[in-house]
């Protein structure tokens, strides 16, 4: 079991019109510290500022060498395939392929009423748009044009699907994509457990448990880390995975 770091990214005390030094500081204390990984999350229209997770996972594409940068889960049911294709491949190529991109259909009503976009058919509008990424990254031609690929992002990053409990979803995971991607804050343990039979039944083999909450830490307070009784948690943890 590999143990990585998931960040919300949430206003901090900078002073207006002030860089988010702390943001870049906090990845590359994660990576000195032997991390394997910095994962970041998605939302849009939940009534508190968020920051673009591309956007930021490109800032810290700079700013590390070595650390995975994952999302944990980008909705793409909100986003248009071939744009988010294009940033997709810009962080991928800023990375030198460390990107991991967890992906999802979205769970939550209000960021698609920001967007205008149709909740009920996220899950359509994902297989969708994941088919037509895929194209793209290939160096197809989509609606008549072609989005070129950046020299060594051929093909695309790893795809992991974010799926809590459908046993359909977890089992595309497994078979189309490269990895399944579980919610720590949302999913049982029997749903962890369950989910877990299924994904290795339909051959999966890579496994990551998302927002499992291990104290609450500020950026500042990254160099004591304190598992408290989250301990036993991760040791439940790794005994399933």
Not at 38 to 61: E, F, H, Y
Not at 141 to 150: A, C, H, I, K, Q
Request: with cysteine.
């Amino acid at each position: 079991m590999r143990l990585s770091v998931v960040t919300f990214m949430r206003p901090g005390p900078e002073p207006r019109g002030r860089p988010l030094a702390r943001i870049v500081d906090y990845a590359r204390q994660i990576e000195r510290r032997g991390f394997p990984g910095i994962w970041v999350t998605d939302s849009i229209g939940r009534g508190r500022p968020t920051l673009d997770p591309l956007v930021v996972l490109g800032a810290l594409s700079v700013a590390t060498h070595r650390v995975e940068l994952g999302t944990a889960v980008l909705q793409v049911s909100l986003r248009h395939p071939i744009e988010l294709a294009h940033r997709v491949q810009s962080v991928q190529a800023l990375s030198g392929g460390r990107l991991r991109l967890g992906v999802g259909s979205g769970s939550t009503r209000a960021d698609f009423d920001l967007l205008g976009a149709d909740y009920d058919q996220r899950f359509r509008t994902l297989l969708r748009s994941l088919e037509i990424m895929r194209r793209a990254w290939g160096g197809e031609p989509v609606n008549g044009g072609t989005l070129s690929p950046w020299p060594g992002c051929e093909g695309g990053p790893p795809v992991l699907l974010g799926a809590w409990r459908n046993p359909r979803w977890i089992a595309y995971a497994a078979k189309q994509c490269a990895g399944w991607i579980a919610s720590g804050l949302y999913s049982s343990w029997e749903d962890l457990e369950a989910g877990m039979r299924l994904y290795r039944d339909a051959g999966g083999r890579n496994a990551v448990l998302a927002n499992v909450l291990v104290d609450q830490l500020g950026f500042d307070e990254v160099l004591v880390v304190s598992l408290g009784g989250a301990l036993d948690e991760l040791e439940r943890v790794r005994d399933f995975l």
